[in-house]
Each structure stands twice: as C-alpha cells, then as structure tokens.
C-alpha cells in the first residue's frame, strides 16, 4: 500500500547520505577513507568520567527507570558550570533540564512551542536539525543567509519585516556548525534587545563554546542582561568530554521554555540511563585539565590540516573555533558544486568531506572538513589532495609555496 506522509515528504533526501553510500562503496572495495566527514570525536572521555561510570553501573538499583528532567545532581553541575564559566546564576529546578543530546533537546522543544504555519528564523547555512526540528512540527522556515557579505543584524531586521505571522523565534548557533564562526557579548546584546521588542524568542546553540583556540572563550547569550526573558541555550557533553555516544547534554534559560520542554519529555523519554548521569556530573565538576587537552588536539589538527592545505594549492581560512574547517570550493571546481566536489574528493583523494549545500543551499560554495583524524592521517589525507589539485591543474601560489618552505 502507497503512503504520502505529510511530515516525511517535507524532509528532502539527507544529502550527507549520498556521500556516506558512495563512502561505504569505496571501502567495500578495499580504499583507505580518511574520513573528515562526521564531527565524531576519535578519542575517549576522561578517565575519571569512565571509571565513575563503572562505579556507578555496579549500583544494583541504578538501572531503573531515570527522570526525563535529569538527576538533581546533574541539574546542579549544570548551574555550577553556568557560574564559573559566564557567571551566570541558574536555578537548577527551573531553569535547566538535562536533554539526550542537544539535538534531541532541540527536537522536542520544536515539538513543544511549534503550531503549524509558525514562522521561525533559521541561518543558512546551518546545522540541519535547526531548521528541520521545526519542519517535523509543522513550522515554516525562513532562511537567513550569513556569511561574508551579509549583516547579521540587517538580514533579522528584513525577515521579521516581511513575515507573516510574526516570527516565534530565532535559532542561532556560535561558535557555528558548519562555518566556525564566532561572535562576542555585543552581538548577543543586539539580538536580545531586538528579540524582546518584537517578542520572538532566543534558541542558541552552544555546543562548540569549548572548543575554541583564539582570543577569548565563547561567550553565552545568558550573561546578556535580560536575556533569560526570550531565550534558551542548548549545549552538549559530546565534544567538549568526548562523549558523541552517551547522548547527554541540556538545556538552559527561559523557565517557560524549560517547563515547554519538560513537559514533552515527560512523555517521549525517561531521560538518560541514571548511571551515565552520574558520570556527566563527574565531567563537569571534576578535574578539567581534560578539556584543556582537547582544545590542544584540535588546535594541532587544525594547524596541520590548514597549513597543508595551502601548501597543496587550497586556501582555507583556519578557525578560530568548532572542531571544523569551513572550505571554499577551490575556484577551479565552482562550477560543480559542494556536492560533486566532495565526490570528486571521495573518489580520488580518498578523503570523505561534508557537500555545504548539506547546510543549506547558501552553503553550496563550501565543504565542511571536521579535525577527526590523528596529525599522521591528516598529512595523509593532504597528500592525497595536493595529488588530486595537481592532475586538475590546480597549483599552490607564492605565499602558500613561502609558508611550505
């Protein structure tokens, strides 16, 4: 019997899917993939994080159904992180909620707040859940591109003028998944005040705000004054302890969104297992030398994987933060698009990328290179597309040729 499923036939086909088929062909057939192509952390958490674990899992009553709100001891390590890192106060009972992940944190709050036709306000490009969270719960979305060449502040002011019914809110995502941007407090005091003029809402996303190796540490939208009355913040233990599988991280700010939120996790999930919460508590208020080694491993990456890049005759701007490089498409491929380049990458460098059109059709002039691979893996991969650069003509200029040497 043939369907037609209203919510499946607004999702378009996962571009990244096409890559990982052709991926998983080239393996098949004995081809050594460097992959750059997930954001997915190669090394483990923090011993202390996996040894709590293994105290906690020995508990014979811990393997209970847990609370979809998270433990309270976990709430209070959330607020205690929220203190010492912004100085911000949060109140644990009503302004924090432990999420199985932040996508799918980000998820069940579209679900929440979202009737159908709401407008909501979505970067492009951006990470794909941030627009499709809301596609699955009916919304209408209306891109925003970003980027060079465009005001931030400008394109939010021009999309609320031309939005009918006047925009829910405003999704925003620093530092950004997939271009590495970041931006600083007087940005978020921008976005506040407009916000609460116009009565939208705030969700921010701030999963890489750790994972930063210039300047200043990211900042959060809740140290703006006011802030709390529009917005929300979702972040995520994944990268910052390098635990991408345990699925946990949270959500903070707005009581009214958190009791939204709440109230449809009560009945779609029981939370994480208890034992990986105690664990994530163990994360945030134990030692934190772990999380300044992580940032030194990304650093290293970076550093090898930009410079080589210009060597090989691709200019790629190196990030100051996210454990992402945002790559033109070298000029002489533009025609091709982000997709087919990232075939052509696949097939003859060996190395797995993510098509920017992935993120939104304004990010089809980019590839999306994650620092998932060891330094030595990394040269390789570089090796492989100086020689696939070269047979397409593509040569390095002076000042690459200058910095190689």
Same mark, same amino acid.
């Given at each position: 019997?043939?369907?037609?499923?209203?919510?499946?036939?607004?999702?378009?086909?996962?571009?990244?899917?096409?890559?990982?088929?052709?991926?998983?062909?080239?393996?098949?057939?004995?081809?050594?993939?460097?992959?750059?192509?997930?954001?997915?952390?190669?090394?483990?958490?923090?011993?202390?994080?996996?040894?709590?674990?293994?105290?906690?899992?020995?508990?014979?009553? @811990?393997?209970?159904?847990?609370? &979809?709100?998270? *433990?309270?001891?976990?709430?209070?390590? %959330? +607020? =205690?992180?929220?203190? #010492?890192?912004?100085?911000?106060?949060?109140?644990?009972?009503?302004?924090?909620?432990?999420?199985?992940?932040?996508?799918?944190?980000?998820?069940?709050?579209?679900?929440?707040?979202?009737?159908?036709?709401?407008? @909501?306000?979505?970067?492009?490009? &951006?990470?794909? *859940?941030?627009?499709?969270?809301?596609? %699955? +719960? =009916?919304?209408?979305? #209306?891109?925003?591109?970003?980027?060079?060449?465009?005001?931030?502040?400008?394109?939010?002011?021009?999309?609320?003028?031309?939005?009918?019914?006047?925009?829910?809110?405003?999704?925003?995502?620093?530092?950004?998944?997939?271009?590495?941007?970041?931006?600083?407090?007087?940005?978020?005091?921008?976005?506040?005040?407009?916000?609460?003029?116009?009565?939208?809402?705030?969700?921010?996303?701030?999963?890489?705000?750790?994972?930063?190796?210039?300047?200043?540490?990211?900042?959060?939208?809740?140290?703006?004054?006011?802030?709390?009355?529009?917005?929300?913040?979702?972040?995520?233990?994944?990268?910052?302890?390098?635990?991408?599988?345990?699925?946990?991280?949270?959500?903070?700010?707005?009581?009214?969104?958190?009791?939204?939120?709440?109230?449809?996790?009560?009945?779609?999930?029981?939370?994480?297992?208890?034992?990986?919460?105690?664990?994530?508590?163990?994360?945030?208020?134990?030692?934190?030398?772990?999380?300044?080694?992580?940032?030194?491993?990304?650093?290293?990456?970076?550093?090898?994987?930009?410079?080589?890049?210009?060597?090989?005759?691709?200019?790629?701007?190196?990030?100051?933060?996210?454990?992402?490089?945002?790559?033109?498409?070298?000029?002489?491929?533009?025609?091709?698009?982000?997709?087919?380049?990232?075939?052509?990458?696949?097939?003859?460098?060996?190395?797995?990328?993510?098509?920017?059109?992935?993120?939104?059709?304004?990010?089809?002039?980019?590839?999306?290179?994650?620092?998932?691979?060891?330094?030595?893996?990394?040269?390789?991969?570089?090796?492989?597309?100086?020689?696939?650069?070269?047979?397409?003509?593509?040569?390095?200029?002076?000042?690459?040729?200058?910095?190689?040497?």
């Amino acid at each position: 019997m043939e369907q037609e499923f209203h919510k499946i036939k607004r999702l378009p086909p996962y571009v990244f899917a096409e890559v990982d088929k052709l991926k998983a062909a080239r393996r098949a057939a004995g081809d050594d993939i460097i992959d750059f192509g997930m954001g997915n952390p190669d090394q483990p958490p923090p011993r202390h994080v996996i040894d709590k674990l293994v105290e906690a899992v020995q508990n014979p009553r @811990i393997h209970r159904y847990s609370t &979809s709100r998270g *433990i309270p001891g976990l709430r209070k390590a %959330i +607020a =205690g992180y929220y203190a #010492r890192r912004f100085a911000v106060e949060l109140d644990p009972e009503r302004e924090t909620i432990v999420t199985l992940g932040s996508k799918e944190g980000l998820a069940n709050l579209c679900q929440a707040i979202t009737s159908p036709g709401d407008i @909501i306000l979505v970067p492009n490009p &951006s990470y794909p *859940i941030h627009a499709f969270g809301f596609i %699955i +719960a =009916g919304a209408a979305i #209306r891109s925003m591109p970003w980027g060079p060449g465009f005001d931030f502040m400008d394109q939010l002011e021009r999309a609320v003028r031309h939005s009918v019914p006047k925009p829910l809110a405003l999704v925003i995502n620093y530092p950004s998944n997939p271009t590495a941007e970041v931006v600083d407090l007087d940005f978020y005091g921008a976005i506040v005040d407009f916000c609460r003029r116009h009565g939208i809402y705030v969700i921010s996303d701030i999963a890489y705000a750790e994972v930063y190796f210039d300047g200043q540490p990211p900042p959060s939208i809740l140290q703006v004054p006011g802030a709390r009355e529009v917005a929300v913040e979702f972040t995520s233990l994944s990268k910052t302890y390098s635990m991408p599988g345990w699925r946990v991280g949270f959500c903070s700010g707005n009581a009214k969104l958190i009791a939204a939120l709440a109230r449809v996790k009560s009945y779609v999930d029981y939370g994480a297992f208890t034992a990986i919460q105690v664990a994530a508590t163990a994360a945030l208020n134990g030692p934190q030398d772990c999380v300044d080694e992580m940032r030194e491993r990304y650093r290293s990456r970076r550093d090898v994987l930009i410079g080589g890049l210009a060597a090989a005759g691709w200019e790629v701007p190196s990030p100051p933060a996210t454990m992402f490089a945002w790559a033109p498409v070298p000029p002489a491929f533009a025609e091709a698009g982000s997709l087919e380049f990232s075939k052509l990458l696949l097939t003859e460098a060996k190395v797995a990328v993510s098509p920017g059109v992935g993120f939104g059709e304004y990010g089809d002039e980019h590839v999306r290179l994650a620092l998932v691979e060891n330094e030595h893996r990394t040269r390789q991969a570089v090796r492989g597309i100086k020689t696939f650069l070269k047979k397409r003509g593509v040569r390095p200029g002076k000042a690459a040729r200058k910095r190689a040497s």
